[in-house]
């Protein structure tokens, strides 16, 4: 399969969340402990290919996941947003931070060059919305966990054996990550990230001093639980917690393909081009 | 500096870290090769190609910022069909532009291979993963597998993989003809087929050819090999080089100072 349009990613993604139905993750709880399989090198096993079910439009409110459908709110998810912590579902921003932002609302559906979204560019979508984009395999060679995306065929590399963070002034699309097990769950640690990235469309953007602290639980063969609480003095009031499920893509198969993305980005980007615009 | 420079200072830094290696790694032969619990060679880790290959596969003089290199070829020979030669020469001239990794591209095989820059390699018995520094280029090999039906078009290629012995053997199909060689302009169609060959020599190079065949470009099979070094440093992880996001960040929402 060639290059695909990249804009076109976030409908293909939004038809496997509504098969799945947006759930809020406060609501559902596993009824007794899972207890996976182990790796050769005696990981528990949460191998496979998974599905994310969220959505990287607006992770604060649910309401407008469906713009990308049919441009028409969906008010029945209203006020349900992917953050559990603060209690209000809103991304905690120093004053001057939700002051830059404001502009976004007006922005996001016909954006200037720099109000468009970073993923729609095909960077890498770094932490957590790597984990809340498009499907994605969950690989376990010795000593690693390694993630690979669909979207523009993005990985992260998460080495659980101890080894310590890179020095601190490295950034990286996809950070640093150091992961552990505690039990059944992968405890990451991501450090070293840029400030390019952002957690949706609606420009939820962060410092290069944001750290994050993953959790990812299996809750039972096919479905992992997962929280990202999101630390950045630069930009927030408070740490802020992030989460949704994966739901394990039984029909999918078992290879992702390739699906390039830069490789037709200079079309993308002349789209953006009209009288008036840069 | 320029990124030229640079990467040309960096491989020579990666020489002199592997030319220390091999008197270590030769008394201890062959019998020393890591092995995975399967017993086949446990090619994981992060390694890096020492050439001049991503400038010219071929051998080539030193210009301005490219170093000299006696080239990757079997025999220093590309056997081009002559439209294909013609091409060449004409790629070349334009290689400033019309090299896909001025416009940050996804490399292709064999050159991801080669690029100055490291890859990883995740080995089990099924399934053998790459990830290149290089634009987040990734190659997933399926062991003992089928190729899909075709025609399918992958930047990376389809790549199945075997064990042939303490070999690595990749049979890699479905390209794009949108991929160069390097940057000197040569160049193959999407009906390139390429055969790879990993065999460790020592617990810290490996040996790497690849046949290149291309009925549509070349009037025969050729080959490339070069070793692939181990990155031994401490610590050492592969980064990353997103080609054509540089000098686009946004600076809007930066913090204030």
Request: with cysteine; glycine share 6%; proline share 9%.
């Amino acid at each position: 399969m060639r290059s695909r349009f990249p804009m076109l990613l976030p409908v293909v993604a939004l038809a496997s969340l509504i098969a799945s139905v947006a759930v809020d993750a406060r609501q559902q709880e596993p009824a007794k402990p899972y207890a996976p399989p182990r790796t050769p090198d005696g990981q528990p096993d949460i191998q496979g290919i998974y599905n994310p079910v969220g959505t990287f439009y607006n992770i604060e409110d649910l309401e407008y996941q469906s713009l990308y459908q049919n441009f028409k709110p969906n008010p029945s998810l209203s006020g349900k947003s992917l953050i559990i912590d603060p209690a209000d579902g809103k991304i905690p921003y120093q004053a001057w931070a939700a002051e830059k932002r404001k502009p976004i609302y007006q922005l996001h559906g016909d954006p200037t060059p720099e109000y468009v979204d970073p993923n729609a560019q095909c960077w890498p979508q770094g932490v957590p919305r790597h984990m809340n984009n498009r499907e994605f395999e969950i690989f376990q060679p010795r000593g690693h966990v390694v993630i690979f995306n669909m979207a523009h065929h993005s990985y992260r590399v998460i080495p659980v054996d101890g080894s310590p963070h890179i020095p601190g002034n490295v950034k990286l699309w996809q950070g640093d990550s150091r992961g552990r097990w505690e039990g059944n769950t992968l405890v990451v640690d991501v450090t070293n990230n840029n400030d390019q990235t952002w957690f949706d469309v609606m420009a939820s953007f962060h410092s290069d001093e944001m750290r994050i602290e993953e959790r990812m639980t299996p809750v039972g063969p096919d479905r992992i639980e997962y929280r990202a609480v999101i630390t950045d003095p630069k930009v927030y009031t408070r740490p802020w917690t992030f989460a949704i499920y994966f739901n394990r893509a039984k029909d999918y198969g078992t290879e992702l393909y390739e699906e390039a993305c830069v490789e037709v980005n200079d079309r993308n980007m002349e789209l953006l081009k009209r009288p008036g615009r840069n | 500096m320029s990124i030229m420079a640079r990467l040309l200072g960096w491989t020579f830094a990666t020489l002199a870290v592997a030319l220390l290696v091999p008197a270590a790694a030769q008394a201890q032969g062959a019998a020393a090769l890591p092995r995975a619990a399967d017993g086949k060679p446990d090619l994981s880790g992060i390694w890096q190609a020492v050439t001049t290959a991503n400038w010219n596969i071929q051998a080539h003089s030193a210009e301005k910022d490219v170093p000299a290199g006696l080239g990757i070829v079997d025999g220093d020979e590309i056997p081009y069909q002559p439209w294909a030669a013609a091409k060449q020469r004409e790629n070349f001239a334009n290689r400033a532009t019309g090299d896909p990794e001025a416009k940050c591209f996804l490399p292709g095989v064999p050159r991801a291979t080669y690029l100055p820059f490291p890859f990883q390699i995740f080995q089990t018995p099924n399934h053998i993963a790459i990830t290149y520094e290089y634009v987040h280029a990734v190659r997933r090999i399926f062991m003992n597998s089928e190729h899909p039906r075709g025609p399918l078009e992958f930047w990376m290629g389809d790549s199945r993989g075997h064990w042939e012995g303490d070999t690595l053997v990749v049979d890699v199909v479905y390209f794009t003809g949108q991929t160069w060689f390097d940057r000197a302009g040569n160049f193959h169609s999407e009906a390139l087929h390429v055969v790879e060959r990993y065999t460790p020599v020592t617990p810290y190079h490996i040996n790497y050819e690849a046949t290149i065949e291309d009925p549509k470009v070349f009037t025969r099979p050729w080959k490339i090999s070069l070793p692939l070094y181990r990155r031994i440093e401490k610590n050492m992880r592969v980064l990353d080089y997103e080609c054509y996001a540089f000098g686009l960040e946004r600076t809007w929402y930066r913090p204030p100072e």
